[in-house]
């Protein structure tokens, strides 16, 4: 702990380096952070040639909520995971959906600290099967995230990010390590797109990292976000779902989602004509398990078998209205069904 504070404590991964400047070794932009300077992230601050992170437990949001949401369609269905968040980001994306969360600094006088121990017996009263990092970028709850997902794993409970995917290797295999069983990662686009509105990141990294998650056998989805005029040109959307086969094979779900206005980008939300051209290339590029997220009600948020297009479990809105398998095999053709727990 810093100045008493409980939700400010030293970092676990970074490097001092001479003149009291430290390198930050959590997330691939490995800051480069003078005496009383603050990261990218600004969650992150040298203190004396020692980098303390200043959102440990200073909890945003915090919330019950189906693992579908997340998403997560094919890791442990129907169950609930108690989802938590801090403030602020690494990334720079004007169009951030969860922008009320992501672009405010953390106040460490102002936090609400919920102790590791505390958050994991929340989760057990409220009944879930895990927890969950989301809302913003969870690697910035790193340290926190150690340590409440070994003892929510001592309990039973699954643990899971939904993030940018721009962590190092070195954070990833300390968090699988703690208990984090899986991952969602948002790819948001190609390698202009990184450079160009997110401060210079690299798309290849995101990449990198779902595939070593995967090695280790994190359960990984894939989320891509659709933004009108950005990323929803048809040769951007065939490219990334060549990216994902090539990186990930066929059977790591992806989920397009549709864009709506906010924060600082301001168009029409993505057509339906391009987010069923996404869904349907996919598919026919052989992604087994394509969806679409954020259009309620149509057929392409449901499950089908890769094999005989029966289908599968049927959802609106991230709600299950159906299931039609058992055991993980299809009643129709009989295949086995790529779903964790
Ligand atoms: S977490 Fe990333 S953005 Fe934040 S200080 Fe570390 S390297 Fe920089």
């Not at 926190?144 to 997902?149: G, K, P, R």
Request: aromatic share 12%; hydrophobic share 35%.
């Amino acid at each position: 702990m810093s100045g008493n504070l409980p939700t400010v404590r030293e970092a676990v991964l970074y490097e001092s380096l001479n003149g009291g400047r430290v390198r930050c070794g959590l997330c691939e932009r490995r800051c480069l952070i003078p005496p009383d300077e603050k990261g990218v992230c600004q969650t992150r601050q040298n203190r004396a040639g020692r980098l303390y992170t200043l959102v440990y437990g200073d909890i945003s949001a915090l919330e019950s909520r189906p693992i579908e949401i997340k998403p997560f369609f094919h890791f442990y269905p129907g169950s609930s995971a108690l989802t938590f968040s801090t403030w602020s980001c690494n990334f720079t994306c004007p169009w951030c959906q969860n922008w009320h969360l992501s672009k405010s600094a953390p106040e460490p006088k102002k936090a609400k600290y919920i102790p590791p121990e505390q958050m994991v017996a929340l989760a057990r009263e409220e009944g879930d099967q895990g927890l969950c990092v989301s809302f913003q970028e969870p690697t910035l709850l790193f340290e926190y995230t150690l340590e409440v997902f070994k003892l929510g794993k001592a309990h039973g409970l699954y643990g899971c990010y939904v993030s940018n995917g721009y962590l190092t290797l070195d954070a990833l295999r300390m968090l699988e390590k703690a208990g984090m069983t899986a991952i969602n990662m948002d790819i948001k686009g190609d390698e202009e797109l990184y450079r160009v509105y997110l401060k210079g990141a690299k798309e290849g990294i995101v990449w990198r990292n779902a595939r070593a998650a995967k090695e280790v056998g994190i359960h990984v989805e894939m989320i891509h976000l659709l933004v009108t005029g950005l990323n929803d040109q048809r040769n951007k959307i065939e490219r990334l779902i060549q990216k994902h086969l090539d990186h990930l094979g066929p059977d790591t779900p992806i989920h397009f989602t549709r864009y709506f206005s906010a924060y600082e980008y301001h168009r029409p939300p993505t057509t339906i004509e391009i987010m069923e051209f996404a869904y349907e290339t996919a598919r026919d590029a052989g992604i087994y398990y394509p969806y679409l997220g954020n259009v309620p009600g149509h057929r392409y948020e449901n499950t089908y078998c890769p094999s005989c297009g029966t289908l599968l479990v049927e959802r609106t809105g991230y709600q299950i209205r159906g299931e039609w398998f058992k055991d993980k095999r299809c009643p129709g053709c009989g295949r086995t069904l790529e779903i964790t727990g």
